[in-house]
């Protein structure tokens, strides 16, 4: 567990990091030997300086990739969206969270797109016949895996929406920067499919 030096509460020490969190080495020093930086459920809480999201944003326009993947907390007034990376993300919250069973559906974009084109238990674009039973969708054209059952609703600003969740919002919404990518994920549900959660 991490947290900020003048932060005092009950954690107990076998329970805290032995080092403290090298901010300066990783987003000053060593941030472009990086290919992909990862914020899973990132909280803007004080950890992390103000101007090294602004860093993070010019990598990703030099060259860099990020994926965010969010959760309710991007909804809020920590959201990751009111700092400068908001700046290179290519959806913006709406305020709302969707917290309700969905199937999430890849787009027709996505059917094109070469990170979702092969997703298994997608139905080909224009295939009207199931084909083998592990990679194909299932005979109402409804793809095999499971639901999920949260999305933070937001508006795509740029970039291709791959994938969408009830009411066709946008899931999974990818953009090119500058040089660089970014991916956003709407959900932070996708554990579900790595658990075998219903497919």
Known sequence: ILRPPEKDDATPLKELSLI????????????????LVVLDRYVVRGILPTPYYGRIAEYVRQGGALLAA?????????????????????ASPTGR???????????????????????????????SEAGNSEAAASAEGEPTWGRWFRLVEGQANGGATLMTGPDAEPLLIVDRVGEGRVAQLMSDQIWLWARGYEG
Request: cysteine-free; aromatic content about 10%; glycine content about 8%.
């Open 20 to 35: 403290v969190f090298p901010v300066q080495e990783l987003f000053e020093n060593k941030l472009y030997d990086f290919d």
């Open 70 to 90: 969010v959760g309710p907390e991007f909804a809020s007034a920590q959201s990751l969206f009111r700092t400068p990376l908001g700046e290179v993300l290519p």
């Open 97 to 127: 969270v969707i917290e309700r069973a969905f199937r999430p559906q890849v787009s027709d974009v996505g059917r094109r797109h070469p990170v979702t084109s092969g997703l298994p238990g997608e139905r080909p674009s224009g295939d």
